[in-house]
């Protein structure tokens, strides 16, 4: 009999890191993914020694179409069945979109979006045949804010992985699989550094800055719970709030003055 395990995207630092930690302290065994193999080693024998639960890991890298049959293989190979779904890599990119490649810009799509419908899509029917399976879907306060200045499908491609996570529910919610899209707001994590956004991240007032671990614990809370949309701390939920209830201009006349404003051409 195949053993039940929780799989992390993301899991060498940050968020997914943490959410890993959670999990195991609440008694899961794990299976962590991430693309930096050094780093992928401590966190599983950190995580094991502490813990004591069974840690797997794997590296690869989402932006590459085979990634998703990489590691659907390796969990069949060593009878790890999947029964709790993080979809949390991700990262930024800093440059305009007119100056991006479109190389660039379909690796984080494949990331961001395509690595979440397909880890879903290959580990569902192990859900379905249980009768009970989870799926936690890192999205972000952006999906939810008027556009940036930067990171021009950021925001867009969240909204499309909460769409995606409600049509999860929608589908599979009354046969015991629920999908928990989190949307964390500014957090601070590596994050920033990697994806060239840093600067924009040291203008954000240090009251709305979050702290990863927080951010994980009240995720993976939220998600056992079966709740459909996870916003961890009060002070984001009052955001979301505004943002959905206060006129598109002001909202975005504020977002702007936080993390500076649209493209300008240089003189």
Known sequence: MKEIYALVTGASSGIGREIANVLAKKGFNL??????????????RQISEAFEVDVRYITCDLSSSGSVGQIYEFCNEHLLSVGFIVNNAGYGISTAFHDTPVEEEEAFLRVLGVSVV??????????????????MIISSVASYAPPSSIQSLYGPIKRFVN???????????????????????YTVTEFHSASGTQAQMDKVPSFMKLNAQDVAEEAVNDTLAGKAISIPSKRYKLIIFLLKCLPRSIMSFASNYLTGGRYQKKI
Do not use: W
Not at 31 to 44: D, F, P, T, Y
Not at 118 to 135: A, H, N, W, Y
Not at 170 to 184: D, F, K, R
């Open 31 to 44: 299976i962590l993914i991430a693309r930096r193999k050094e780093r992928l080693e401590i966190a599983a």
């Open 163 to 185: 769409g995606f996570s409600d049509s999860l529910n929608s589908n599979y919610g009354h046969v015991g699989i629920s999908s928990t899209a989190v949307l964390p707001g």
């Open 118 to 135: 397909s880890l879903t899509k290959v580990f569902l029917p192990q859900m379905l045949d249980r009768g009970e399976g989870k799926i």
